[in-house]
């Protein structure tokens, strides 16, 4: 498994999650990583991108969904090949099956995929 994302569960409305995502060390050490999610009945969204950090050519830069900016906020920890996305005033709508992307452009394309992680806002 190249990507892994976990994290998900069952929050209320106002709450939040903090979701990670595990990359191979290859892949983290040459790639950037999004967010996009997946609502029941939707077509799959980009929720947020942060850009690989190599001290050189790549800094890391953060990218938002007009509808998570100011509530989401994505991280990158070099040393745990992880990616979080912490979610924090969350809301029924932000209920999908969230997924983690390997890619080197926020544009994409995105080569490697990880398995979804459910995440379920009551009201």
């Known amino acids: 498994v190249q990507l892994q994302a976990s994290g998900g569960g069952l929050v209320q409305a106002g709450g939040s999650l903090r979701l990670s995502c595990v990359a191979s060390?290859?892949?983290?050490?040459?790639?950037?990583v999004a967010w996009f999610r997946q609502a029941p009945g939707k077509e799959r969204e980009f929720v947020s991108f942060?850009?690989?950090?190599?001290?050189?050519?790549?800094?890391?830069?953060?990218y938002y969904a007009d509808s998570v900016k100011g509530r989401f906020t994505i991280s990158r920890d070099n040393a745990k090949n992880t990616v979080y996305l912490q979610m924090n005033g969350l809301r029924p709508d932000d209920t999908a099956v969230y997924y983690c992307?390997?890619?080197?452009?926020?544009?994409?394309?995105?080569?490697?995929w990880g398995q979804g992680t459910k995440v379920t806002v009551s009201s």
């Open positions: 992307a390997a890619g080197q452009k926020v544009i994409g394309p995105f080569d490697y």
């Open positions: 942060i850009r690989l950090n190599d001290g050189r050519l790549s800094d890391g830069r953060t």
């Open positions: 060390g290859d892949i983290f050490s040459r790639y950037g």
